[in-house]
């Protein structure tokens, strides 16, 4: 596909993708992609391309003689970082930020305390230089720059684990994090009792304590639940 068809099928799934994902065509809607094509003004072939990227999430099912189904929400690949941000777009945004806060609660901790017997001396530096980096961007309405080093941050926890598993759910906690960010689902200024408690963390990590590493960011992962009880009831 050329770059301009590309730039194309991307449009398309940033409109039909999050339209989807907020209910405006509910389980079992039959669309059609020729009249899709059209509501577009895509080429066909452009159109396809957005349907297999959706059916690849398991938004929707392709059939001839059918057309495209939308699928049950039951069955959507809730783990894709795409289909997360449209999620958090709609207006089913706190029920899902905190089914995905949940889960980060329940592996988090866990990835820590791994992080604190594997992390490598390079990983180390690069957990207390992002957790530095928070230190200095918590104050003055600088979330945006905050975020790049909460992102970093955890993703280095779950990478240092050693656990493939958890690594690859990188991805997941920056749409996360980036959601919270994005949506104003967060204070102006991070809670300062959180800032630290990452500072914390990566100082259990460097010193190989894995018992106080996973205590510390289970700590986090309650705060973060307790701020969407205010931000996000």
Same mark, same amino acid.
């Given at each position: 596909?050329?770059?301009?068809?590309?730039?194309?099928?991307?449009?398309?799934?940033?409109?039909?993708?999050?339209?989807?994902?907020?209910?405006?065509?509910?389980?079992?809607?039959?669309?059609?992609?020729? #009249?899709?094509?059209?509501?577009?003004?895509?080429?066909?072939?452009?159109?396809?391309?957005?349907?297999?990227?959706?059916?690849?999430?398991?938004?929707?099912?392709?059939?001839?003689?059918?057309?495209?189904?939308?699928?049950?929400?039951?069955?959507?690949?809730?783990?894709?970082?795409?289909?997360?941000?449209?999620?958090?777009?709609?207006?089913?945004?706190?029920?899902?930020?905190?089914?995905?806060?949940?889960?980060?609660?329940?592996?988090?901790?866990?990835?820590?305390?791994?992080?604190?017997?594997?992390?490598?001396?390079?990983?180390?530096?690069?957990?207390?230089?992002?957790?530095?980096?928070?230190?200095?961007?918590?104050?003055?309405?600088?979330?945006?720059?905050?975020?790049?080093?909460?992102?970093?941050?955890?993703?280095?926890?779950?990478?240092?684990?050693?656990?493939?598993?958890?690594?690859?759910?990188?991805?997941?906690?920056?749409?996360?994090?980036?959601?919270?960010?994005?949506?104003?689902?967060?204070?102006?200024?991070?809670?300062?009792?959180?800032?630290?408690?990452?500072?914390?963390?990566?100082?259990?990590?460097?010193?190989?304590?894995? #018992?106080?590493?996973?205590?510390?960011?289970?700590?986090?992962?309650?705060?973060?639940?307790?701020?969407?009880?205010?931000?996000?009831?």
């Amino acid at each position: 596909m050329t770059t301009q068809g590309r730039g194309l099928h991307a449009r398309v799934l940033e409109s039909l993708g999050p339209a989807i994902a907020a209910g405006e065509y509910p389980p079992g809607s039959v669309l059609r992609t020729d #009249e899709l094509a059209q509501q577009f003004e895509v080429s066909r072939s452009v159109m396809r391309e957005a349907v297999r990227v959706l059916e690849s999430m398991h938004l929707v099912a392709s059939r001839r003689r059918v057309g495209v189904t939308v699928r049950p929400a039951a069955e959507w690949n809730v783990y894709d970082p795409q289909v997360i941000r449209w999620r958090l777009a709609g207006a089913d945004r706190a029920r899902q930020l905190r089914s995905l806060t949940v889960l980060r609660s329940a592996v988090e901790p866990v990835a820590a305390g791994l992080a604190a017997r594997h992390a490598t001396p390079e990983q180390c530096a690069a957990l207390t230089e992002c957790a530095l980096g928070m230190v200095a961007t918590s104050r003055g309405q600088q979330l945006e720059k905050y975020l790049v080093h909460d992102i970093d941050f955890h993703r280095i926890v779950l990478n240092a684990s050693g656990n493939e598993m958890f690594a690859h759910l990188g991805d997941l906690v920056a749409e996360v994090l980036a959601g919270r960010t994005h949506h104003q689902v967060m204070f102006e200024d991070p809670d300062p009792a959180a800032v630290t408690l990452h500072v914390r963390v990566a100082e259990a990590v460097r010193e190989k304590d894995a #018992e106080r590493a996973e205590a510390l960011t289970r700590e986090i992962a309650v705060g973060a639940l307790q701020e969407l009880d205010i931000l996000a009831p």
